[in-house]
């Protein structure tokens, strides 16, 4: 029998492992903005941070922190999962600062957007952010803060244990011996409509 | 590898390296005949797959830009990207789910069967159905589909046990695991389906079939293949006689290339393929090529698609297995008293994270969009493929208000949806939301029509050549040296997923033209 995955095939990768898109940290020495924030003992994040990391802080390159706040509170708002941590939200607004600091243009409309909610909007109760950003749901703002909590929150290792999503797992030898099929509560299917289990 | 040289005219130049053309750069080369192998995308490999989804999207999907119009729903809900397919070594083969069933003999006749439909532009196939039995036979064999020959059934994953209860209570009888061109056992040197659920980004184990790691390579072991990659196919030139000569590429570093052809074959997906046509515009023929007929580029099918997502109170961990690993198929069927023609297939499906917020769940945010989120655990997912009737406006065209980073106009994609196609979506998810209420959901989420992944029909095959672009044998009827090879040739889409019949045609165009050479006619 050939071997299809030879080492030819599995050699030949051309991808790069430095993905566009990732700000030089050095254009933007001067940092404005920062948010900071605790893990609480007990939550999804504390079962995957590094044991004695207990405390995150996200540094901002075009955003100050007082936008930032208003941001982590919008990503909140659309995506409001009341015992996801804070960080999981700080890790969209890190993402639309970056693209804040790549282009002049997206940071215009974010910083012009956060204005328009006004300097108390995180401390406003949820109806009322909620009725903000109804106000604002057509606007260019508001798409591009939807669109990055949905890109970003959905795919933190935070979300993940948080919604109990166990993500790649080739790495691991896949789901075959870890539960693919041990949904107890239906009746079993047939071979005849299904297959055996390879072991 | 072979090194051929750009003023060779004896090469048979491919444009595409997927299912059609992938195949078919298999099937020429270990015939003897030179093939030059044109992939506008990079080489991936099983190590270099990212197993990042939102990374997995960038390595492998075709991002340059597009438009779109129409009254469809991915023009209000996915506005910059109307079509998901790939760019890379294998095409879309890469991402594919590997659902690969046949289509039906009446398919083939479905202006017979369906009649003459107001507003839609149906043909029969100029192939009869045990024409193509002979290919579907050998594509089987070759990708090594279940449940046909000796390649088992997948076994059942959580998400198809609850879709198979569902179909049950329903009472429907063709209710399995499907024909997935998925190893369920080690097989033509490929080890079998863990059960990773990351089809989409890739399949790390190569169980799934793609042209990257079985036709590509076995093409290169002939020592007949050059596979040229990161070039992409600017333009098709002919000579005097209106035969075409050349194919204009731009390569990696952006440096304009010309590739001399005895022969021409176009397998750059529908968008692509029709784009190129047009993009190749002359004096002799100033609409394109193979455009006599003013056909290339309409009639462009999608399938009927569309997510429904059940929510349970226990659990199902629907991401663990195999994607789009369970069909029900009674609904394959030509019943027009269900209030529409054609018919449709409910398949299994599950997202993972961030792609079902993103693609599978309905345009929202706030306290109820979350709340499906907050079940995901819960969840259980079924997918809707059907078969869409052509129209000629809906249609790829040259958008030159939008140009690519060679500065050519990009494609525009409109579609109008048929009433019949709105009535096909309305019963199929109205059947899943019974499936899933029957076995006691909790709610039923009826999710968008994501960007079309099966592209289809652009320069279908027609008996009569006003009808279409091409003959029985993707040959264009306007240019005898002129192939096309990917999914453009169907003559109507049918409710199958398309892959494994552009494999078999893939594989009778490949026996067609080497006839033809040795005979002399090409």
Known sequence: ?199 | MAAIDFKDESAVVIVGSGAGGGTLAHELTRRGIKVVLLEAGKRQSLDSFSQVPGEAFTQLTWLDPRTQSGDWGVARDFPTLPVWHCKTVGGTTVHWTASAPRLRPWELRARTTYGNLAGASLIDWPIAYDELEKYYKIAELRMGVTRRNDMPGLPASNNFKVMYAGAKKLGYKQVHTGHMAINSVISDGRGYCIQQGFCVQGCKMGAKWSTLYTEIPDAESTGNLDLRIESAATRIEHDREGRVNAVVYRDGEGKEQRQKARLVCVAGNAIETARLLLLSESARYPHGLANSSDQVGRNYCHQITGFVWGIFDKPIYSWRGATLAGVVEDEVVNNPERGFVGGYRIELLALDLPTLPLVGLPYGWGRDFASILDNYRNLAGLFINGEDLPRPENRITLNSNVKDAFGLPVANVHVDEHANDRAMRKHAQGQMSKMYEAIGAKRVVLGPVPPATHNLCTARMSADPRDGVTNAWGQTHDVKNLFISDGSVLSTPGAANPTLTIVALALRQADYISQQMKAGEL
């Open chain 1, 1 to 199: 029998m050939r071997n299809r995955i030879d080492k030819k095939t599995r050699g030949e990768a051309t991808m790069s492992r430095f993905p566009d898109g990732q700000p030089d940290r050095r254009q933007f020495l001067k940092t404005t903005g920062l948010l900071t924030g605790w893990v609480a003992a007990g939550s999804s994040l504390a079962l995957i941070a590094p044991a004695p990391a207990r405390a995150w802080a996200i540094d901002l390159a075009a955003l100050t922190s007082a936008e930032g706040a208003t941001l982590m509170a919008a990503a909140r708002t659309i995506a409001p999962h009341d015992k996801l941590e804070d960080a999981a939200y700080a890790l969209v607004v890190r993402a639309i600062d970056a693209e804040a600091a790549k282009d002049e243009r997206i940071r215009k409309v974010v910083r012009a957007g956060a204005a328009g909610l006004g300097n108390d909007f995180a401390k406003t109760d949820e109806s009322a952010r909620v009725a903000a950003l109804k106000k604002i749901e057509a606007s260019e703002f508001f798409q591009t803060v939807r669109l990055k909590t949905l890109q970003v929150l959905y795919a933190t290792p935070m979300a993940y244990a948080y919604f109990g999503y166990e993500g790649e797992a080739f790495s691991r030898g896949g789901y075959l011996s870890r539960g693919f099929n041990d949904l107890r509560w239906l009746p079993e299917v047939p071979l005849e409509d299904s297959g055996p289990v390879p072991s």
